[in-house]
């Protein structure tokens, strides 16, 4: 069932609105990284890149506001709608962060978030 899935981390370690998950991918031309958190009960994982700039948005694995609502850029300030990445304030509208293709399992007997990556 995971043969071409990556385990990104437990389920239970992504809690809505809480920290998120990173690790390193390639992407294009680079090593950059992706992050993954739940949201509203479902699990969402983007490239951990501002359409604005490209530098990463979290801050020592917080990417969300306060509220928990938004996702949000730590350098820019742009926020993005966690369910679909699109920029809604800041300086990179109308853009949206490039969303991953993620799902969750059992490994093990232990429920577990994957990430599916594309060519």
């Not at 020592?60 to 949000?72: H, K």
């Not at 920029?87 to 577990?112: F, K, M, N, Y």
Request: aromatic content about 8%; hydrophobic content about 35%.
């Amino acid at each position: 069932m995971t043969s071409n899935a990556i385990i990104v981390c437990p389920s239970s370690d992504l809690v809505d609105g809480g920290l998120a998950c990173k690790l390193p991918v390639q992407h294009k031309s680079g090593t950059t990284t992706a992050f993954f958190v739940r949201y509203q009960g479902q699990v969402r994982g983007y490239l951990n890149r501002c359409p604005h700039m490209g530098s990463e948005l979290d801050w020592e694995n917080q990417v969300f506001t306060r509220a928990g609502d938004q996702l949000m850029c730590a350098r820019h300030g742009a926020t993005f709608e966690p369910a679909t990445g699109e920029c809604t304030g800041g300086p990179c509208q109308p853009s949206r962060l490039t969303a991953l293709t993620v799902t969750e399992a059992e490994h093990d007997g232990i429920p577990v978030v994957l990430w599916w990556p594309q060519d």
